[in-house]
């Protein structure tokens, strides 16, 4: 096991992997910028070192300066935590050239579902079902465009090095192509480096869910259930659950085949996460593969008790999975509110002085925050200031203590997402479970879900 690890991240993700380190008795460093100084994850760490100014790329996406770091403090692995460095091939071998262990998967895994064309054609060569679309890269408008007419509108145009809905564009006629094509790729190549695009068939409101897999370094693998992320905002998630409403106990285990198999085609290790859309008719289609921890992990560590990050450093350290598929067991139902300091009918950031943070409790409530009052929030960076979290015997009660939560959680000084997330849970769609990738349209559609507030 590791004796020191540097987290390569800031805010709750670099404080959740700080407490998983101290109960598995081991010490950590923490970095940040001069705009992070009071995070609470500096704080809680045994070291801090100060990498840059607030800038990212002059900090938290200053490879140099990160492994000087670990260097300085004797650490002997790193962990990316989500974003940022967490699925950049490069770091991960540069971690490894240093003689760092990098606590995820392997370059190689990283590099090549990190390509979301390449991966969608081993999903299809695993007999995995995928969307109809392209399997390599287009660069050349014309040919674009001749695909797109072999597809059929409407049509995604989707950056291969893609996430978080950034180089993506819905296409709904050959009028708009070549423009969603220039403006998607430019996107892409501001966002990722990578100016790459391909074709996707367009899914009309489909559910997203995704499974979470664990896989050692001896080939052994599990997925421990599935997330709901439907609810979006230009593609970005904003509550997860778990398990899903839309599932059924048969659909989930070939779902959940179909994610190992897709990790075994890729020999995948340690952690990951395998994401599907999901048809009314029951019909899913591989998505993508997310080479990292979630932002949503919560959900699962709470209807299967399994402590992912732990997990995730164990794999890194190479240990043996615990334990086997008939092992996993879900129990109850869990919910991630996402509360941003954002403007909660515009989604603007709001970033200031937090004057008063009083977090909710009580029974299957818990809150993965960095903050507090008196904390300043950046406006250098993500929006996320807290995850709330519960767990009930089932979905109504967890619906229950969400509502409670969202009740109890008090911030001032700052716009937050509180509010959203209230309408959310009285929403009779929410309620009965009829939730997709549409579903904040026709929230917003509705002047009664307002009305409330």
């Known amino acids: 096991m590791f004796s020191k690890i540097l987290i390569a991240n800031r805010g709750e993700i670099a404080l959740r992997i700080i407490r998983a380190c101290k109960e598995l008795q081991i010490k950590t460093v923490a970095v940040y910028s001069g705009a992070d100084a009071d995070s609470l994850h500096v704080q809680f760490a045994d070291e801090a070192v100060c990498i840059g100014p607030p800038d990212l790329s002059a900090s938290y996406l200053n490879i140099s300066r990160i492994i000087s770091a670990a260097e300085i ?45 390449a991966a969608r054609k081993l999903a299809m060569e695993a007999g995995v079902p995928v969307v109809e679309g392209s399997f390599w890269v287009v660069s050349a408008e014309e040919e674009a465009l001749e695909m797109a007419s072999q597809i059929g509108y409407p049509l995604m145009i989707k950056a291969t090095a893609g996430g978080g809905g950034r180089g993506m564009r819905a296409v709904y006629s050959p009028d708009d192509f070549i423009q969603s094509f220039v403006t998607a790729g430019s996107e892409a190549e501001a966002a990722f480096g990578n100016p790459g695009l391909y074709l996707e068939r367009y899914i009309e409101n489909p559910r997203h869910v995704e499974f979470q897999i664990l896989a050692d370094k001896s080939g052994n693998l599990v997925h421990l259930g599935e997330r709901d992320c439907s609810i979006q905002r230009r593609h970005q998630k904003l509550i997860e659950e778990a398990p899903s409403p839309a599932l059924k106990q048969r659909l989930r285990e070939r779902m959940g085949r179909a994610a190992m198999t897709v990790a075994k085609a890729g020999n995948y290790t340690n952690v990951g996460t395998v994401e599907f859309l999901l048809d009314e008719k029951g019909n899913f289609s591989f998505l993508e593969m997310n080479t990292r921890i979630q932002v949503e992990h919560p959900v699962t560590e709470m209807v299967t008790g399994i402590d992912l990050v732990k997990e995730q450093i164990r794999l890194a350290a ?54 507090y ?20 015997v089932d979905r109504q009660e967890a619906i229950a203590r969400a509502r409670r939560a969202m009740e109890e959680f008090v911030i001032e000084g700052i716009k937050t997402t509180i509010p959203f997330h209230q309408r959310v849970f009285m929403s009779p769609d929410f309620v009965k479970g009829r939730v997709n990738t549409g579903f904040l349209e026709r929230l917003n559609a509705n002047p009664a879900s307002k009305a409330r507030n």
Not at 91 to 112: K, M, T
Not at 343 to 363: H, N, V
């Open 73 to 117: 403090t004797n650490a002997d692995a790193i962990h990316p935590g989500y974003g940022l460095l967490s699925e950049n091939s490069h770091f991960a071998e540069v971690c490894e050239a240093c003689q760092f262990q990098f606590i995820g998967p392997s370059p190689e895994n990283i590099r090549l579902m990190g390509d979301k064309a």
């Open 318 to 371: 190479g240990e043996p999975l615990r334990f086997k598929q008939e092992d996993i067991e879900l129990k109850g139902h869990s919910i991630e509110c996402r509360v941003n300091a954002e403007d909660p009918e515009r989604f603007i950031p709001c970033p200031g002085k937090i004057s008063r943070f009083l977090p909710p409790g009580g029974p299957g409530v818990r809150v993965d925050t960095h903050c």
């Open 373 to 392: 009052a008196g904390y300043s929030i950046s406006p250098y960076y993500d929006s996320l200031i807290a995850k709330v979290i519960v767990h009930g």
